[in-house]
């Protein structure tokens, strides 16, 4: 899906100049033959392992000078994902704490660096005993072993302190989200991008029907970066009522990623 390179041809159908030589993208970015660009090409029917590929100017953006094409290769989906769980939920230099459930991954590691390094957040994060010291290089405080360490345990003995949970597992560990409300503020967010996203996943006692059986929280907001005709055709309220609690807490909402 991700993508840098050399703009070879710029398509005529967007090109706003009427000149086809300067395409303008929804930005206000404008292209030509030559710009180094990046980005993700948004139907991923044929994906970007070729030598040519048709992005459209709203997954397209230049390529900043200090920055490697192969280091923005990897930039236009993970981290991406990553910057758009944390930037609506968090205050700049507030030292909001985090926790990143599987920091040492795709997502997790942009999130790891976005948030402690762009935002001034105190992270904790978990992940596998060979990759704790990777977190805490990227700016984790705290990298709790997941193979040796009960997590939620862990959070728990913090006290309600969390601002923003990012869950890049699902379902691991099984209680992260029921217990949530012993280790975050009653304010804060719980985003999910790991796990079953399917409709009836929704409804059975998965990762993200357990939204339902969330009594104290007064929000949930969840993200869920799932095929957009599923989540359409998905009733959030008829789950929550089939659980007999309060339908008014809980807003859905879905990412198209
Ligand atoms: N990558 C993307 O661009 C992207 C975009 C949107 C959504 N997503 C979704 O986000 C989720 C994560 O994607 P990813 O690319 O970050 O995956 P990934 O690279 O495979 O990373 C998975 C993370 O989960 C940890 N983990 C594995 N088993 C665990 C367990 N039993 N308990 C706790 N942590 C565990 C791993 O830690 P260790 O490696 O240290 O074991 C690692 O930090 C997936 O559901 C994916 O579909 C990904």
């Known amino acids: 899906m991700d993508y840098a390179g050399v703009v070879e041809e710029v398509g005529a159908k967007i090109n706003n100049n009427n000149n086809n030589t300067t395409t303008q993208s929804k930005g206000g970015m404008s292209y030509k033959p030559g710009d180094k660009v ?22 397209c953006v230049p390529l900043p000078p200090s920055v490697s094409p192969a280091s923005a290769s990897t930039l236009g989906t993970a981290a991406q994902t990553a910057y758009q769980t944390l930037i609506p939920y968090i205050t700049p230099g507030a030292g909001d704490e985090v926790f990143i459930n599987g920091g040492s991954g ?12 762009c935002l001034g957040c105190v992270v904790t994060t978990s992940c596998s005993t ?25 959070l728990r003995s913090r006290g309600r302190v969390f601002k923003l949970v990012v869950d ?10 029921t217990a949530a409300d012993d280790y975050m503020v ?72």
């Open 186 to 257: 009653p304010s804060g967010t719980f985003v999910q991008i790991g796990g079953d996203f399917s409709p009836s996943a929704f409804c059975a006692d998965g990762v993200a029907g357990s939204a339902a059986w969330f009594p104290r929280r007064r929000e949930a907001r969840i993200q869920v970066p799932c095929n957009e005709d599923e989540a359409r055709g998905f009733d959030p309220a008829r789950a929550v009522d089939g659980r007999g609690q309060d339908r008014g807490c809980y807003r859905w909402r879905c990412l198209p990623l």
């Open 168 to 177: 890049c597992v699902g379902g691991s560990p099984h209680d992260l989200y």
């Open 130 to 154: 060979r990759n704790t010291s990777l977190c805490t290089s990227l700016g984790a405080t705290t990298a709790l072993d997941y193979t040796t360490t009960n997590v939620t345990s862990s």
């Open 106 to 117: 795709g997502v997790g590691t942009f999130a790891i660096q976005i948030a402690a390094k």
């Open 38 to 59: 990046f980005g993700k090409v948004e139907n991923t029917a044929f994906g970007t392992l070729a030598e040519y590929i048709q992005p459209s100017p709203s997954g």
